[in-house]
């Protein structure tokens, strides 16, 4: 029998992929406890991505996370292991989920969507741990 394992490595930001059309994230934050604004203690600078960092706040500014942004084609697997992602769109669309959930999303129609990391416990730490999976669509399905 022949292994569809190709090679095992540690998981990093962003992944290495066989296909240019995949692109997949592992995100682990060790978010300190926040405040009754659901914030990180110190202010994010807009591109905050230290891999050496015990927590990034990416683009956020005051909550982790992504703000509002395009995907121009892609369908984007969220798989959560701890902690929340609080997920708006341009629609007005919104919800929250994590610890465990499987979110698919089809990005293709010009829609803005953000995610963000809110911190919940305000007496205890908030770890975060998720992966994401981007597959590209065809042409015909990206925005203008």
Not at 100 to 105: A, P, R, T
Request: with cysteine.
């Amino acid at each position: 029998m022949v292994s569809v394992i190709t090679r095992i490595e540690k998981a990093g930001m962003p992944m290495r992929t066989m296909d240019p059309f995949l692109f997949c994230v592992y995100h682990k934050d060790e978010y300190p406890a926040g405040n009754a604004r659901m914030e990180a203690p110190r202010r994010g600078n807009g591109a905050d991505f230290n891999p050496k960092a015990a927590y990034r706040m990416y683009h956020g500014d005051k909550v982790p996370g992504f703000p509002c942004h395009p995907h121009r084609g892609f369908e984007t697997i969220t798989a959560t292991v701890t902690g929340l992602i609080d997920h708006t769109d341009s629609k007005g669309n919104a919800g929250r989920y994590g610890h465990g959930d499987l979110q698919w999303m089809t990005a293709g129609s010009g829609v803005q969507h953000g995610e963000m990391f809110p911190l919940v416990n305000d007496s205890a730490p908030n770890p975060t741990r998720f992966f994401q999976l981007w597959l590209n669509l065809p042409k015909a399905s990206k925005m203008p």
